[in-house]
């Protein structure tokens, strides 16, 4: 029996060092594979990354020619769609007005019925009055569908036609940011050529760059301390408000508690 939980309580050291391990090798694979991007990135030249941005947006604008077709059909569509409604709407009003007409010459009694002057059997007049009443409580139900996906189709035309909008704005936008990106790195090419044509402070650069560096990493390590003063502060503070809860808790017991030995 102690065999065998020796040997499980081992399988279960070795799984747990297995799955650690197994993340911590993902957590590399992940940081090696930002710092070969990074790393990529920073050989291109900024002229290229505006060139192929600009490409991008080019290919946008292509994509978003399809997206007006698209946007062109649903508002033909919207547009026959209500013509429908619109039709059957007008047709229901005529068939609604001539079952009124039906159902007032039916009162009454007898053999015959009078309709539009014209006698009709009573008992074939209300077979026909019945059959135009079912005919028009079936249209009618179509109309509410019709008109349930009417306003439908019309709201996902008029939010995609805004859509439309909002992209061809933010193609513009960004166009404009990539002409001015563009100025800027003109900008500071010509400031590097007069610069190349000076004498060489690069030595005072990198050590001024290293120095920034020392004195950010010291900051650093003065917010990790505080963070930590603050977050030992909190405990403690917890553990007071809890101690002092207690001794309030215990008086409460105490003095007017449910005790009948201090109440006789």
């Not at 179509?142 to 019309?154: F, P, V």
């Not at 402070?201 to 390590?221: F, G, P, S």
Request: hydrophobic share 35%; glycine share 4%.
């Amino acid at each position: 029996m102690c065999k065998k939980v020796l040997m499980i309580a081992t399988l279960a050291v070795v799984a747990a060092v297995v799955i650690v391990g197994g993340r911590r090798v993902v957590s590399y694979g992940r940081f090696l594979k930002q710092q070969a991007r990074e790393a990529f990135d920073a050989r291109i030249p900024p002229e290229q990354e505006i060139a192929r941005l600009r490409m991008e947006l080019k290919n946008l604008e292509r994509e978003d020619g399809r997206h007006f077709e698209r946007v062109a059909r649903q508002g033909v569509e919207v547009e026959n769609l209500e013509k429908k409604v619109n039709g059957l709407r007008e047709t229901l009003a005529r068939e609604e007005n001539r079952i009124r007409a039906m159902k007032a010459s039916v009162v009454g009694e007898g053999e015959f019925v009078t309709h539009n002057g014209t006698p009709y059997k009573r008992a074939l007049f209300q077979a026909e009055l019945r059959e135009a009443a079912a005919h028009f409580q079936t249209q009618e139900a179509t109309l509410k569908s019709m008109q349930d996906q009417l306003s439908a189709k019309k709201l996902s035309y008029e939010r995609n036609r805004k859509e439309l909008s909002s992209l061809k704005l933010q193609r513009q936008q960004m166009a404009t940011e990539l002409q001015q990106l563009e100025t800027a790195l003109e900008k500071e090419r010509q400031a590097q050529a007069e610069a190349e044509n000076t004498l060489d402070d690069a030595n005072y650069r990198r050590i001024r760059k290293e120095m920034d560096n020392i004195h950010n990493r010291i900051k650093v390590i003065g917010a990790v301390r505080k963070l930590k003063a603050e977050s030992g502060d909190s405990v403690r503070a917890n553990e007071e408000r809890r101690e002092e809860n207690a001794k309030i808790d215990a008086f409460l017991d105490a003095r007017f508690g449910d005790n009948k030995d201090k109440t006789e």
